[in-house]
């Protein structure tokens, strides 16, 4: 009889975590190379790619490719697709991991977010997500399965007025992931999505305003698990999602917050 704990690891698989070279990204890819991926660690910051893959190549030596990515600019997307195809030669795993979040100020009131700044996060949290899964697609499909997951956020379901287009954005991603789902089933492609709720990553922590050294700590009084989140919370439903022991889940989205959202 096959061992259960075999299905949760990923031996010869090939996952790309958008994002991933920081904050809780950088937990993402080295959660997965420790269960035996190859990780591409894709993100913006040419600095921190290098730093995490460095650290991960040391870990896991030669499991680890650093790719600098604007989720933004599809040809950047184009570009890591085709060097993912050259150095590996599949496509397992895409976890849509970037997004704008610890650099956006809370307002006092909703009614002031800057257009372009409203367009950005839109651009980056949602139209990122669809064209990085678009272009991966065509890698993903030579070997009749993958896994596709989407980063949202606990403030899907409970708005926030503080940070409307952030909020409006995961709302967006939760209902992105259904309709993936069922455009990519046939294909043996499994799109689900995982919702963090308020979580002390290294980026929150340092964007954070010094007047909001007890937000993390209000925040855990209203959880029914009353401590605060951290990024290691999150490895363990991701790590499900990238595996074979979800293989017949889809289009969900699993909230990890401590028991703040019940649904």
């Given amino acids: 009889m096959a061992n259960a704990l075999d299905s949760f690891r990923l031996d010869g698989k090939v996952a790309v975590v958008t994002g991933g070279s920081k904050g809780i990204g950088m937990f993402y890819s080295a959660a997965l190379a420790d269960a035996g991926a190859n990780v591409v660690v894709a993100d913006i910051d040419p ?17 680890a490719l650093g790719v600098e990515l604007d989720v933004t600019n599809r040809e950047s997307v184009r570009t890591m697709v085709q060097q993912i195809d050259d150095r590996w030669g599949r496509l397992d795993i895409l976890v849509n991991n970037a997004g704008l ?3 956006l100020k809370a307002r006092e009131t909703p009614w002031e977010i800057p257009d372009d700044e409203f367009d950005r996060v839109m651009m980056v949290n949602v139209r990122g997500m669809y064209v990085a899964t678009a272009e991966a697609l065509p890698l993903m499909e030579r070997n009749g399965w993958g896994r596709i997951i989407n980063i949202a956020s606990g403030l899907a379901f409970k708005g926030s007025p503080q940070l409307m287009h952030y909020a409006a954005s995961k709302g967006a991603v939760v209902n992105l992931t259904k309709s993936m789902a069922t455009a990519l089933g046939h294909k043996g492609i499994t799109v689900n999505a995982l919702a963090p709720g308020g979580t002390a990553s290294p980026t929150v922590i340092a964007n954070r305003p010094p007047n909001a050294s007890g937000m993390s700590e209000r925040t855990a009084q209203q959880r ?9 919370d999150l490895v363990g439903t991701l790590l499900y999602l990238a595996s074979p ?15 703040t959202y019940l649904h």
């Fill in 47 to 63: 600095d921190t790619v290098r730093e995490t893959t460095d650290r991960l190549n040391g870990a896991h030596p030669g499991q």
């Fill in 101 to 103: 979040f610890s650099v």
């Fill in 224 to 232: 029914i698990i009353k401590r605060v989140e951290v990024p290691e």
């Fill in 245 to 259: 022991a979800s293989d017949f889940m889809t289009g969900q989205t699993i909230v990890v917050d401590g028991g």
